[in-house]
């Protein structure tokens, strides 16, 4: 549908709007269909109600980047019954899957070993191997769900920070701008174009004298300030991005007359005891003219405690009103949103399909989580272990091959929490797990902001199984937190 509507040489609004609402009617027909604790529901209709969100999501970008047509706080709530459903039936797969699979190979190959009740095996061994393939088969079935729930909660993040960014929206104020305090009046016009031949198009040009057209769509945000006004500004601050997340800004601006004010695009990395570093790194003044030009600056975070902050300045305005449009903050990180995450060879870990050796262990479903909407905490207050962890038993990898586990950690408050992540390749014998050998440990202490880890390690022997575990040494009950666990495999 894109690639058709984007050949078109006149492009059809009516259709994109009939394409766009026909697509929520399917997905307010699928959701009443999916059911907590039902097999088709789940494994039929939920990925077909996942690919309507995706055409959904499809079309509200097509439509904002032809005509300019913000995607509402509607498109988030919609996102957000997606991630509650995705959440439940996620949970419901992997459990029937584990469950189902696990009879269906007991049955098959050691129907005669059961002994008091149906799972109950005499031999350990036959008992892991069982087990073992029942949560390899799980993964395997929910890779390319976890990755579109991950692809969907990243766009739900962008749309959040862009809500508004063509000013057509009554809500949020100022094109999402939440940094307003040096700029002393701030107004959103209407050009009217879209009213034109309407009745209603004497009274849209009521409330704007003005002949300026937006940059897209049909309004825009103007911005004045007195003009012994020094630097003013209006700017985004946005928080919890990890370190090497690129972020690009991009606007648009004009004035009214023709006047020599000039604007500075500046992205800022601030921590606690104030700013890092900005983009550009010196002053960098743009002249303003009377036409729409679009202007785009870019930084990489150096740390993940900081927050950002896109800015605009102007100067030398004479109290002139400075025309803003199509503000856009493009938050990129390589690890989120790395090529190939969905393919077989790397991929993001089902949280279900995690162990644990502690003494409380949880997934939590949290739609305003940074980076997922499901991630793992764990605590050991009842010192159950010396060294308690969390673990993915991870089957499928050949030898020679070379696994990286990473993951996003942080503790519920900070507590200097030293955690381990450590790669294990273990022998599965008939008396119990050995150790044949494990990488090198990654080490670090951890803080109640997010921070991504990793570790690698190269598979030595073929009959084996490799085991991705996260140590932490204490038993206080403050929460480890775990996010986006993936696995890259490369040879």
């Not at 102007?314 to 503000?327: A, K, N, R, S």
């Not at 905490?377 to 070379?402: Q, R, T």
Request: aromatic share 10%; glycine share 4%; net charge negative.
């Amino acid at each position: 549908m894109r690639k058709l509507s984007l050949e078109v040489e006149q492009q059809d609004l009516q259709w994109i709007n009939d394409i766009y609402s026909s697509t929520y009617k399917i997905l307010d027909r699928l959701k009443v269909e999916i059911k907590p604790n039902d097999y088709y529901s789940n494994f039929e209709i939920f990925p077909i109600y996942s690919t309507s969100l995706n055409l959904l999501l499809s079309v509200a970008s097509l439509r904002k980047q032809l005509y300019g047509i913000d995607v509402d706080r509607k498109m988030i709530e919609e996102i957000d019954e997606y991630l509650k459903l995705a959440d439940q039936s996620e949970r419901y797969c992997h459990s029937f899957l584990c469950r189902e699979l696990g009879a269906r190979i007991f049955v098959k190959k050691y129907l005669g070993l059961h002994i008091t009740h149906e799972f109950a095996l005499i031999n350990w061994h036959k008992n892991y191997t069982i087990r073992s393939l029942a949560y390899y088969s799980a993964q395997e079935h929910l890779k390319p769900r976890v990755q579109t729930r991950s692809e969907i909660e990243q766009m739900r993040r962008v749309l959040s920070i862009n809500l508004n960014g063509t000013m057509e929206l009554e809500s949020p104020e100022h094109g999402g701008f939440n940094f307003t305090e040096r700029c002393h009046e701030i107004k959103i016009y209407d050009d009217c174009s879209f009213a034109e031949g309407r009745t209603d198009y004497d009274d849209c040009k009521r409330t704007n004298p003005f002949t300026e057209k937006a940059f897209q769509g049909s309004k825009y945000m103007a911005l004045s300030s007195p003009s012994e006004a020094v630097n003013p500004s209006i700017g985004k601050d946005i928080s919890q991005l990890l370190k090497e997340t690129a972020i690009t800004f991009t606007v648009a601006l004009k004035t009214r007359k023709p006047l020599s004010t000039k604007a500075e695009l500046v992205i800022w990395e601030i921590a606690a005891e104030g700013p890092i570093h900005k983009q550009p790194d010196t002053n960098t003044v743009i002249p303003v003219t009377t036409e729409w030009q679009s202007q785009q600056v870019a930084l990489t975070k150096k740390t993940s405690e900081s927050y950002v902050r896109c800015e605009v300045y102007w100067h030398e305005h004479q109290g002139e009103e400075l025309l803003v449009d199509q503000v856009i903050i493009q938050p990129t990180n390589k690890f989120i949103t790395k090529e190939g995450k969905n393919s077989e060879q790397a991929y993001l870990l089902n949280p279900d399909g995690f162990e644990h050796r502690s003494t409380n262990f949880m997934i939590y479903s949290q739609l305003d989580s940074p980076f997922s909407s499901r991630y793992l905490a764990a605590n050991d207050v009842g010192k159950a272990y010396s060294n308690p962890s969390i673990f993915y038993n991870l089957g499928g990898i050949g030898m020679g091959e070379s696994v990286n586990f990473g993951a996003i950690i942080c503790s519920r408050e900070s507590i200097n929490r030293v955690i381990e992540l450590v790669i294990w390749e273990l022998e599965i014998p008939h008396t119990g797990e050995i150790s044949i050998a494990k990488s090198e440990p990654t080490i670090a202490t951890i803080t109640d902001k997010w921070e991504l880890y990793n570790v690698s390690y190269t598979k030595q022997r073929a009959d084996t199984i490799l085991r991705c575990e996260i140590y932490w040494h204490d038993p206080n009950e403050v929460d480890i937190m775990v996010s986006l666990p993936s696995i890259e495999i490369y040879t």
